[in-house]
Every structure is written in structure tokens, then in C-alpha cells.
């Protein structure tokens, strides 16, 4: 009885402090941009290939223009209503070629995750734009697995012209596919899978879906065998098993005795199945809605299960896109190139007015062979309320910021509609706290518990704090 009490206590005391530090936040993908190289060859008159080990193009100045006439909505439902929203970003590059031959060279620029923001059928095409000495070129979008952290060298290398390699799976792999349908009985049953194979020439994953699910399995699991049952099902349910490479020929049970045996097991447990590839499974989520290729998706698809172990219709909520297009910069000769992209910066409700953060990519620049200049303008009627890599200083029509060189990190800074806000949730009200710190100091019988909740107060309130809190 005293643990129980404990844990009573304990529990009590979490809870108190998970609504004194409760945030409610509107998530959204943040806008990330800005050129960087993936390949490139250089020409000479002679119409021989120049190979070297880093290209010569600099980028003698780069200028990033934000117009932010608008913050976003939300969500936008209607396509008429999203065409309304223009705040966009606008990278604008002098490139300069220093060598004495031509360079052809295949540009990548990554423009951010799916937006949470878009509904279905929304149509974001229209507000990207590539050009090269003010003319529109032809660009194409590329996709790869985010991780949610930007890493330039790491990322660029992902953008494939074929299928990844892997040391044990291929696109042409066959996969025996099993699809087993359980009938005819009420109530739920655990199912046990008898299946012998060899790891290193056989890869075996399962998935289970419910009667009310198509025929696409929700997530596919790597199946490591074991004496428990694969799943639990019931009338409807359908269990669906890729075995990867060498067959094993697997049996399904509602027991751990084998053969089969019971009351019409046949027409309980009807197993089907057909012979794939490799290439189908990693494609088996996948929806031309997205607009990706093939190719780029399978790449995806394998790192991800790679990474994760396991693969899931989740998955193109994590994909990075990508412009990619060629430039040539003639020998000795220079080029302005221009991308636009719109802009969706995360979302912060809990303030008396929303502060909207917005996130540009700095880091793929380093990979030129020099970088000059770089200014910022930021077109807006709107307050600028943060910014780690500088201080933006007031300009006509909104803010701008410069620098000699290309500066460390990435660039974030943070807006909102009121100059002056507050904050209006995710942190109870003082006295709130305090007749918390009183219920729970009853509660827990402990003097000392009391400490801790007025430091909580003191440093949220700014008590203990020189400086003012916003």
C-alpha cells in the first residue's frame, strides 16, 4: 500500500508539473532553400571533357528576398483560397566563372518537406519558378528521405540518377507474397507462423490489416520468428508476408501445432500467393499524387527501412524536395540565376498575437569554390521579433541585413503581426501555480516539495531574470 501511495504521489506531482509547462503548438514545415552543386563538367573549345576535383564557378554575391504581404492560414482546404497566399522567398545569384573553359553544371535546391498546410489535391506548382539570365529554364523536382536535420554534404549525395545500392537488397530481388485471410469465427485469435529461413539470403516482413482496410498493408514489420504470435485477428482481419529472397514456404496457425488441424480451418485461414520483386515492395505505398518518380521514391523507401527497420505509408511525410537543373557559365564569363519558392514558416499560437518562424538554408552555399556577399531583405508591414544570426535593422518597405561573407548556421528569424505580444497559453497563470504548489504540498505531506515549484515560478515570471520577458 505505501508503493501504491507513492506512485499516487508521484504520479500527482508529474501531472502538476505537465500543466505548468504544457505548450500547445500549430506545427508546420519550415522553408529551407538555397543552391548547391550535385555534378558537374567543364567543356573546352575543343569539345574535350576538363575534369577536375572541385569546380570553379564562385558565387560573387547572393541576395535572399522574403515578400511576406501575408501570414498562412492553418490549413488551406480550396485551391482558389491557397492561390490567395503570395509571401515567397527569392534567391538571387551572380555566378562567375574564373576558368578558361566552359562549365556545364546540375544545380539541386532544396525547397522543404510536405507541408502540413495543403489539403488534398491543393496544387503548389504555380509558385516556384527557375530562371537563368532572366529567362525561364527547365527544372525538374527531385525527392529525398529527410531526417528532419539538414546536412548539405550528406543530403545532395542521396539525389540519385539510379536505384540505390544495398548490400543485400536489389530492385530485382524476388519476394514471395503471401496474403492470408482469416473467416468464418467470432471473437479475436492469436495466428503463429511456422517459417524456417537462413538471414543471410532471406529478409521476411509482415503486415496486418483489419476488415475495414484495403489492400495496401498499413506498415510493413520485420518478422523475427519467436514461440508468441505473429499477431492477434479477427473475422476479416488479413495478414500480408513478403518473404525476401530464398522462399521458406511459411504456414499460419491459430496454435503451435502444425499440420493445421480444427473445424474448418481451410475456410478459416485462405492463404494466396504470387511472386514480386523487390522494387514492388518498396513501391507499395506509392501514390502519383505525390509526384515522385520511381526511382527516387524506391531510394526513400530502402534508406528508410534501412533506418528504421521497417516501412510505412508515413513515409512520403518525410521526403525533402528538390529543384534540379542545369546552368552553363561561359569561360571567364558570368550568370544570374533566380529561384522562387513560397514560404511556410512554423506557426506559434500560444502568444496574444501568432509568431510565425521562418527557416532559410545557408549551409548548401559552402560548397562553392568562393563565396562573396550575401544581403537579406525582408519586404513586409509585419514586426521582425528575433533573428540568432544578426539584428535586422529597419529599412523602407521592411528590414534588411548583410554580410561580407557567408555567415555560420542557418539563416531563422521570427515575425509577428503586433510589435508588443504575450503570452496567453501553454503556462498557467501565477496564481494558478501557486494554489498547485499548496494542493500538491498537502498532497505529497513533503515540506521541501515546495521549493521546486516557486524556482519553477520565479523563472518563468522573470523574477530571478535581469532581463525583461516579451
Known sequence: MKSNRLRLKTGALIAALALVFGIAAIPAVSAGANSAQKDWYGSASSGMLVTDENCPVIVESETLTFDIQTFPANYY??????????????????????????????????????????????????????????ERIESSVRHTLSY??????????????GYKEDEFYSPDMPVHYYTCRFSGFDGTKGVYVKLDYDKSNTRVFYSVAGAQFDETPYVLLPYEGGADPVSYVKNGSVIYLFVIGKDAEPEFSFNQSWPLFGDDIADKINVTERDITFKDVMLVYYDEYYGVSETDWYNAAIEYLDRYGCLDFAMPNSLMRWFEYRLTVPAGGRLENEVTAPLYPNINGNYSSAVYEYRYLLSPAKCWAGFGSLDITVNTPYYITGCPLGDFQKVEGGYGLHFDSLPDGELTFTMCQEKHYYRTSGILPDIAVVILIAVFSVILGLQVIVAIPLTIVFAVTGKFSSKSKP
Open 77 to 134: 482546404y480550396e485551391q482558389e483560397e491557397f492561390d490567395a497566399y503570395d509571401a515567397k522567398v527569392t534567391a538571387h545569384y551572380n555566378f562567375y566563372n574564373p576558368a578558361d573553359y566552359e562549365v556545364n553544371m546540375t544545380l539541386v535546391f532544396p525547397f522543404g518537406e510536405y507541408t502540413s498546410y495543403l489539403g488534398e489535391h491543393i496544387d503548389e506548382s504555380g509558385k516556384y519558378l527557375v530562371t537563368a539570365g532572366g
Open 148 to 161: 528532419g536535420e539538414f546536412n548539405a554534404e550528406r543530403d545532395v549525395a542521396k539525389i540519385l540518377d
